[in-house]
């Protein structure tokens, strides 16, 4: 069973920064959707940022102009460049590959998760 992998969280003050990444324990195709996203104490899970196999981006807007979502298809690896961090943005982050269709290992559609990484800001 292929799992995700999150590297790169940990506690920062406001202002400064962290590159989470993301990478499969195995072998994984057919991704057209690669994403993070975050659940602060007692807020929902929410969806930060995503980007498809085309390189199409889509952000949160409370990250937007601060966050930089990228992948590696060949290697089926995400990151996220957080910039400029605030307390806000405090939460466990959890990666996410999206696949359907044909080259994916359920025709109707399968999701990636990995178990998370702690991102914490201090003000």
């Known amino acids: 069973q292929v799992q995700l992998v999150e590297s790169g969280g940990g506690s920062v003050q406001a202002g400064e920064s962290l590159r989470l990444s993301c990478a499969p324990s195995g072998s994984i195709s057919g991704i057209e959707i690669m994403g993070w996203y975050r659940q602060a104490p007692g807020k929902q899970h929410e969806l930060v940022a995503i980007i498809t196999s085309s390189g199409s981006t889509n952000y949160a807007d409370s990250v937007q102009g601060r966050f930089t979502i990228s992948g590696d298809n060949a290697e089926s690896t995400v990151y996220l460049q957080m910039n400029n961090l605030k307390p806000e943005d405090t939460a466990v982050y959890y990666c996410?590959?999206?696949?359907?269709?044909?080259?994916?290992?359920?025709?109707?559609?399968?999701?990636?998760w990995g178990q998370g990484t702690q991102v914490t800001v201090s003000s």
């Open positions: 996410n590959m999206h696949c359907s269709g044909y080259d994916c290992e359920t025709f109707d559609g399968h999701d990636y």
